[in-house]
T-cell receptor, first 114, second 114 residues
Framework: DQQVKQNSPSLSVQEGRISILNCDYT??????FLWYKKYPAEGPTFLIS?????DKNEDGRFTVFLNKSAKHLSLHIVPSQPGDSAVYFCAASAASSGTYKYIFGTGTRLKVLA | DSGVTQTPKHLITATGQRVTLRCSPRSGDLSVYWYQQSLDQGLQFLIQYYNGEERAKGNILERFSAQQFPDLHSELNLSSLELGDSALYFCASSLDSSYNSPLHFGNGTRLTVT
């Protein structure tokens, strides 16, 4: 059972426009969420996180939105740049689980067109 | 550079064999995680160690085992290898084992079982 889902395997966006990557989760106990970016032949790199006590967190061009009632989070990249082309993973964890493990989605491949 | 070092980068071996993957965490990080990424799959959590002790277990096969040594480096042992074990294996580290401590990933070991 996939507890964290990224239903769009790929996304293409024009340079300068907004990229919106989506993530859905099923476990209501998740209370901390992260986004990672992965380039080929490299490990995932931490981008931005959000706690369930917030509904928005911003870091430069990256903003993560959390809708707890819909069990949905999204990553907005504005403006998109060619260097943003990568695979993006969302991940979730639950403090109450006691295991502190992160559950990852299957990733969305973003391609920013110049 | 995440500061997490994984060796070897590539490993090719035959079915039935045993291999050891090694991970050195970032300086100061006490927690080590192992993840498996098969083709078109997300990152599957295998196991977590904190300061030498097993903290959490995921979908790790009985043929797989891991440990974290006093110097905090970790090894993942895979035995009786099968074709389906071919995957990218990532190690990640974090400062502590808290649920909101972001993971920092190494570049992975690509295992090919023939």
């Amino acid at each position: 059972d996939q507890q964290v889902k990224q239903n769009s395997p790929s996304l293409s966006v024009q340079e300068g426009r907004i990229s919106i990557l989506n993530c859905d989760y099923t476990n209501s106990m998740f209370d901390y969420f992260l986004w990672y970016k992965k380039y080929p032949a490299e490990g995932p790199t931490f981008l931005i996180s959000i706690s369930s006590i917030k509904d928005k967190n911003e870091d430069g061009r990256f903003t993560v939105f959390l809708n707890k009632s819909a069990k949905h989070l999204s990553l907005h990249i504005v403006p998109s740049q060619p260097g943003d082309s990568a695979v993006y993973f969302c991940a979730a964890s639950a403090a109450s689980s006691g295991t502190y493990k992160y559950i990852f989605g299957t990733g969305t491949r973003l391609k920013v067109l110049a | 550079d995440s500061g997490v070092t994984q060796t070897p980068k590539h490993l090719i071996t035959a079915t039935g064999q045993r291999v050891t993957l090694r991970c050195s965490p970032r300086s100061g990080d006490l927690s080590v995680y192992w993840y498996q990424q098969s083709l078109d799959q997300g990152l599957q959590f295998l196991i977590q160690y904190y300061n030498g002790e097993e903290r959490a277990k995921g979908n790790i096969l009985e043929r797989f085992s891991a440990q974290q040594f006093p110097d905090l480096h970790s090894e993942l042992n895979l035995s009786s290898l099968e074709l389906g074990d071919s995957a990218l294996y990532f190690c990640a580290s974090s400062l502590d084992s808290s649920y909101n401590s972001p993971l920092h990933f190494g570049n992975g070991t690509r295992l090919t079982v023939t």
